[in-house]
Structures are given as structure tokens and as C-alpha cells.
């Protein structure tokens, strides 16, 4: 039989569920923290793994994740763990490509991921595909300005974004991403250049960056459109805060968590709405902590 849709609702068909994991608190941690339907983070998850931080993460296969790259507290990586449907974190694979730290990742294709950006001392632009199997392939040659510290996300359903993050100064030009998984030129900026910013997709087709640093803590988000358009600073809610991550949830919101506001490391979230509002600071649950990565599975 087909699912009875109730009248005046629609089917949501994007991820459930989300996670948080690695990171640091001024030592390296493997720890992770799922994030309910409804938005609701969990306690730390013992860590598996390497310990490792500035990794970056995405989803793949429709309904599972992969933490990638990163580094390890004694050099670049280029490690991988898979997520299962059921939020599982598998152990280390061999990492395939250029190690490397500070980079980001999005969803492309319905089904499939990509890492893209980052540094191993130098500026990098290169990209790895990942498969709908979780396999990570070989460098794609870079295209678009080489940068670390920057952010990615889903939009159009297939697509994806990269944008913003440092090259010897705060930058916001973007990359849209195919739904065959190549990476476009450089997209004049939107909104104020920032770095170590946060991003996810909601609404099923659209995306948003959210947070960072540039010259000083920062709240305001930028909404993506369906077609990739990104626009203009929307007041930010919440703390002010950097090092962060984002992800969907509940098949159509997202959530921002973790990262420092200068001071400290802290574990608060912002949950996303399926209209792209964000809500005021929500208690943290989990170790306080940065430099950390999330994605959606299930």
C-alpha cells in the first residue's frame, strides 16, 4: 500500500537524525553526540577513532555520514570514519587523497559527498569524491580560490556549496557544486568575508552558513537559495561563537552547536527552522568543544 499523507502536510525526505563529533578541547577527542528528529542532542558517545580536529564531515548514501581529514595533534590527515543509519562511527580507513586539516564537505548527487579546500601549511583547492558506498576517490584537481576555514552544505535537493573561509584574509566568495559533483569557479561574495563559520542545508533544498570570526566573534547567517544564490547578512541570534558545526535534522531543520566564543570552548546549539530562522541559544549537552564536525544520517 502507498503511506497516507495526511491532508495539508508534506512528505519530508530529508535526514532524521544528526551528529556531532570529534573536535577539541585543547586536547584532540574522538567523542560524538547524536542529534534527535526533534533536534535534541545527546550525551557523549565514546569516541572511535583517532582523536583528531578541523576534520570535516558529510553525508552520503542517502542515509549515512563519513568524518574526514583533519588533524591528528602530531600532523595532517587524511583518515575516515563512516556513519551507519543508526549513528554508529566505524573505525579508522585509510585515508585516501591529500592529508589535510580546515577543509569542509557537503552532500551532492542525492547520494553521494564531497571534501573539498583546506590546508596542510599551504592553501589547498583539491576535492575528493565520495562514493554512495562511503568510498572516498583520489585528488580531483582544485578549482576556485584555494582556502581553508571555510564551510559547505546541500541545496537544489543534488547540489552543493562551498563558501567563504581564509586565504590570507577573511573571503566570501562561493563554489557551487553539481549534482554530478564538479566544482564550479569562484562565485563573487555574498555577505561579510568570515572564517571558521559552520553550514547545513534545511528546507530540503536550501542551505545556510551560519557564525565565524572576522575581526571578532560573529552571529549573522546567510541564507542559500534553491538555485545556490546566497544573500545578504541576516541579523544573527545566539552566541556569538566560531570553530562550530551544523547539520540537518528532522528531515528538513538544521543545527548549529558547539565551538568557542573566544574564551572558552562551549557546547550550546541553535536550532534552524524549516523557514531558515534561527532560534535563541539551547543549553549545551556534551562536552564543550571546537574544531568539531557534523553531518545527517537516517
Same mark, same amino acid.
Request: hydrophobic share 35%; glycine share 18%.
Given at each position: 500500500?502507498?503511506?497516507?499523507?495526511?491532508?495539508?502536510?508534506?512528505?519530508?525526505?530529508?535526514?532524521?537524525?544528526?551528529?556531532?563529533?570529534?573536535?577539541?578541547?585543547?586536547?584532540?577527542?574522538?567523542?560524538t553526540?547524536?542529534?534527535?528528529?526533534?533536534?535534541?542532542?545527546?550525551?557523549?558517545?565514546?569516541?572511535?577513532?583517532?582523536?583528531?580536529?578541523?576534520?570535516?564531515?558529510?553525508?552520503?548514501?542517502?542515509?549515512?555520514?563519513?568524518?574526514?581529514?583533519?588533524?591528528?595533534?602530531?600532523?595532517?590527515?587524511?583518515?575516515?570514519?563512516?556513519?551507519?543509519?543508526?549513528?554508529?562511527v566505524?573505525?579508522?580507513?585509510?585515508?585516501?587523497?591529500?592529508?589535510?586539516?580546515?577543509?569542509?564537505?557537503?552532500?551532492?548527487?542525492?547520494?553521494?559527498?564531497?571534501?573539498?579546500?583546506?590546508?596542510?601549511?599551504?592553501?589547498?583547492?583539491?576535492?575528493?569524491?565520495?562514493?554512495?558506498?562511503?568510498?572516498?576517490?583520489t585528488?580531483?584537481?582544485?578549482?576556485?580560490?584555494?582556502?581553508?576555514?571555510?564551510?559547505?552544505c546541500?541545496?537544489?535537493?543534488?547540489?552543493?556549496?562551498?563558501?567563504?573561509?581564509?586565504?590570507?584574509?577573511? !573571503? %566570501?566568495?562561493? /563554489?557551487? =557544486?553539481? &549534482? $554530478? *559533483?564538479v566544482? #564550479?569557479? @569562484?562565485? +563573487?561574495?555574498?555577505?561579510?568575508?568570515?572564517?571558521?563559520?559552520?553550514?547545513?542545508?534545511?528546507d530540503?533544498?536550501?542551505?545556510?552558513?551560519?557564525?565565524?570570526?572576522?575581526?571578532?566573534?560573529?552571529?549573522?547567517?546567510?541564507?542559500?537559495?534553491?538555485?545556490?544564490?546566497?544573500?545578504?547578512?541576516?541579523?544573527?541570534?545566539?552566541?556569538?561563537?566560531?570553530?562550530?558545526?551544523?547539520?540537518?535534522?528532522?528531515?528538513?531543520?538544521g543545527?548549529?552547536?558547539?565551538?568557542?566564543?573566544?574564551?572558552?570552548? !562551549? %557546547?550550546?546549539? /541553535?536550532? =534552524?527552522? &524549516? $523557514? *531558515?530562522?534561527? #532560534?535563541? @541559544?539551547? +543549553?549545551?549537552?556534551?562536552?564543550?568543544?571546537?574544531?568539531l564536525?557534523?553531518?545527517?544520517?537516517?
Amino acid at each position: 500500500m502507498f503511506p497516507i499523507i495526511p491532508a495539508n502536510s508534506a512528505a519530508v525526505s530529508g535526514n532524521q537524525e544528526g551528529i556531532f563529533g570529534y573536535g577539541t578541547t585543547g586536547s584532540n577527542a574522538s567523542m560524538t553526540n547524536l542529534v534527535s528528529n526533534a533536534g535534541v542532542v545527546a550525551t557523549d558517545t565514546a569516541g572511535v577513532g583517532s582523536a583528531r580536529e578541523r576534520l570535516a564531515a558529510c553525508e552520503y548514501g542517502g542515509d549515512k555520514g563519513i568524518f574526514g581529514f583533519g588533524h591528528d595533534g602530531g600532523d595532517y590527515c587524511s583518515t575516515t570514519n563512516l556513519v551507519t543509519n543508526a549513528g554508529v562511527v566505524g573505525t579508522d580507513v585509510t585515508g585516501v587523497g591529500t592529508i589535510r586539516s580546515e577543509l569542509a564537505a557537503c552532500g551532492y548527487g542525492e547520494d553521494k559527498g564531497i571534501f573539498g579546500f583546506g590546508t596542510n601549511g599551504s592553501k589547498l583547492s583539491m576535492t575528493n569524491l565520495v562514493s554512495n558506498a562511503g568510498v572516498v576517490a583520489t585528488d580531483v584537481t582544485g578549482v576556485g580560490t584555494a582556502r581553508s576555514t571555510l564551510a559547505a552544505c546541500g541545496y537544489g535537493d543534488d547540489k552543493g556549496i562551498f563558501g567563504y573561509g581564509w586565504t590570507a584574509s577573511a !573571503v %566570501s566568495m562561493t /563554489n557551487l =557544486v553539481s &549534482n $554530478a *559533483g564538479v566544482v #564550479a569557479t @569562484d562565485v +563573487t561574495g555574498v555577505g561579510t568575508a568570515r572564517r571558521m563559520l559552520a553550514a547545513c542545508e534545511y528546507d530540503e533544498d536550501k542551505g545556510i552558513f551560519g557564525f565565524g570570526e572576522s575581526g571578532g566573534n560573529l552571529s549573522m547567517t546567510n541564507l542559500v537559495s534553491n538555485a545556490g544564490v546566497v544573500a545578504t547578512d541576516t541579523t544573527g541570534v545566539g552566541t556569538t561563537r566560531y570553530l562550530l558545526a551544523a547539520c540537518e535534522y528532522g528531515g528538513d531543520k538544521g543545527i548549529f552547536g558547539y565551538g568557542t566564543d573566544g574564551s572558552i570552548y !562551549v %557546547s550550546m546549539t /541553535n536550532l =534552524v527552522s &524549516n $523557514a *531558515g530562522v534561527v #532560534a535563541t @541559544d539551547v +543549553t549545551g549537552v556534551g562536552t564543550d568543544r571546537g574544531w568539531l564536525a557534523a553531518c545527517s544520517f537516517n
